[in-house]
């Protein structure tokens, strides 16, 4: 059953685009990772998903089905249906928790604000639902939770209350923007573990940004790498990590530090450059100037389509790249 | 906070004391070292003669030593003896507690003016930031910022007194009438003018402590979880923005508190401003002295009352 189909999903801020054509779809209870490096547009692709952009920004669809067998389409949404839609449908959670809980209100009046919106929950049963989140989302304490403000917690905390927030209204979906990025390493698993147990115990499909392969091959069914707005491979988790194909994905994986880098067994290949700015692009394929595969013909003068190159007849495995089947001899 | 509340208030108590005593000394040499001396007022009487000016210096005990007499009336500041005017020879004290009143009230009538049109002109501009309607904020701001007090009040009063009688032109009150719809209409002119012209004052402040606020993740959250645009401006962006603005008020609140000077002379508004113009006038030094040492307690109590309350609002500031 597909949860979310994304079809030429483009942005711009009157410039060149910054997403240009991104095109996907996802199951119900699904986990996709968005991966990119800074600049590829993967957060300003979130925001469109969330409709936190004007509507004159966004161009194509992206149309999620409810669980009540309604449809309705994140890239033209109004901002009155947005709010029936937000926190309720889809929910999101964010990069920086140290920042994303209003410093001056308690846990609990933030909670009972998300749980007053989207369940109608009011006074004690407001009180027992949060506690009953809190809970679920692995906080020890959460009475005593509810009564602080969010100064007095942790970074991992603090996300964990943000996640029981987002998680109140029982979306359908979960947009989840590098949520483990500023947290310690060992909070980044416990955070995973979460959102790995709240999907089996709801089935919530997971929209997962972020550029740590380590952390998107720990908790993705699905790998789509976005490159300079566009994607340029979407493939099953599995097979991404086995073998990936196109050259970005080969080399972001190249320069992911794994173990036997970190004990001197051989040097971290380096991914020369950057993602060219949105003006600053080619006719060519995008990652030209930055592949060590790259032919002057096809990759500068020919933008290579997105491919599906999957063997079985239902799966996909798209890849973007001219040279693909050569590279993959 | 590493300090408690109490070792806080103590610490302010007593650097507060200090600066009193600063003000006082400048104040009192000050006033005796201008042109006459606190003698002025007797010396300009006819038929004066210097053996009955000896005398009365003598009795008023101004032929001591200027140390002494400073002093003495220090001592007497704190026992709450101000000393006496020179024109009726009153109790400064009460002198000036009976011209609190219609202080206060003007202040008070204008802070809401002010506080409130800046509180709107402010969340406007921050909302609808760099667009038409937050120009115009702007440019409305600039223009009462930089109309003349006395000005704006006497065009209030040539358009809306003189010219169409709507309102009295300056007092308290009619004479013989204490009804409370008469002294509204006795205030709405001054207040509006003080009250205008703060405004924009309150305005920017309002206007950059909600900027910053809107542009903070926990907004983004908010309107992520579907929180309607109106509640995050009632519930988040506006006590964010108010919190900041209470020590600005606590240093704010002792100006109008000790008289507005300008507005209270041109609507003949009978308040400490107008009391402390008379009181140097007519060199009565000691109703001077009394009210720039009401002005500075005012400016201490005001600022460390603003602080202690910003401390018990602010969750953020309680350990």
Known sequence: MTLLAVRDLGVDFGGPPIVDGVSFSMKRGEIVALVGESGSGKSVASLALMGLLGRGNVTGSAILRLNDGRETDLARISSRERRGVLGRHVSMIFQDPLSSLDPIQTIGAQMREVLSLHCGLRGGKAQARAIELLHEVGIVDPQACLKLIPQRLSGGMRQRVLIAMAIAGEPELLLADEPTTALDVTVQAQVLRLLLSLRARSGMGMIFITHNLAVASSIADRVIVLYAGQVVEDAPADAFFAAPAMPYSKALLGAAPGIDSVFGARRLPILRGQVPAPGERGVGCRFAPRCDAMRPTPCQTQMPDLLNIADGENEVHAVRCGRWEELAR | ?319
């Open chain 2, 1 to 319: 906070m590493a300090e408690g509340l109490f070792a806080f208030a103590a610490r302010r108590a007593g650097v507060n004391v200090l600066l009193l005593m600063l003000v006082s000394l400048t104040g009192f040499m000050l006033l005796h070292a201008t042109p006459g001396g606190p003698l002025a007022q007797f010396s300009l009487s006819p038929g004066m003669t210097t053996e009955r000016l000896n005398q009365i210096a003598h009795s008023m005990g101004l032929d001591q030593p200027l140390w002494l007499q400073y002093v003495k009336w220090l001592g007497g500041l704190l026992k709450g003896d101000w000393g006496h005017s020179y024109r009726d020879h009153a109790p400064v004290l009460s002198i000036i507690v009976a011209h609190l009143g219609a202080t206060v009230e003007l202040g008070l009538a204008s802070l809401v003016i002010s506080f409130l049109g800046g509180l709107a002109m402010g969340l406007i501009g921050a909302l609808r930031a760099g667009e038409a309607i937050d120009a115009l904020c702007s440019l409305v701001g600039v223009i009462l910022l930089s109309l003349p007090t006395f000005w704006l009040g006497l065009v209030f009063i040539y358009f809306l007194s003189v010219r169409t009688g709507w309102f009295p032109a300056g007092g308290l009150m009619a004479p013989g009438d204490a009804s409370a719809s008469d002294r509204l209409r006795h205030l709405a002119l001054p207040a509006m003018t003080l009250g205008l012209v703060s405004i924009p004052v309150w305005g920017a402040y309002v206007r950059a402590f909600a900027g910053d606020t809107l542009n903070q993740d926990h907004i983004r959250t908010a309107r992520a979880l579907g929180v309607p645009g109106w509640r995050i401006v009632l519930r988040r962006v506006l006590p964010a923005a108010l919190l900041p603005l209470i020590p600005i008020a606590g240093v704010y609140l002792p100006t109008l508190l000790s008289g507005a000077l300008v507005t209270e002379t041109v609507f003949t508004w009978p308040g400490v401003g107008r009391l402390f113009l008379d009181s140097l006038q007519y060199r009565d030094y000691p109703v001077a002295l009394g009210v720039l040492m009401f002005s500075a307690v005012l400016v201490l109590i005001c600022s460390l009352a603003a602080e202690l309350l910003h401390h018990a609002a602010d969750p953020r500031l309680r350990a």
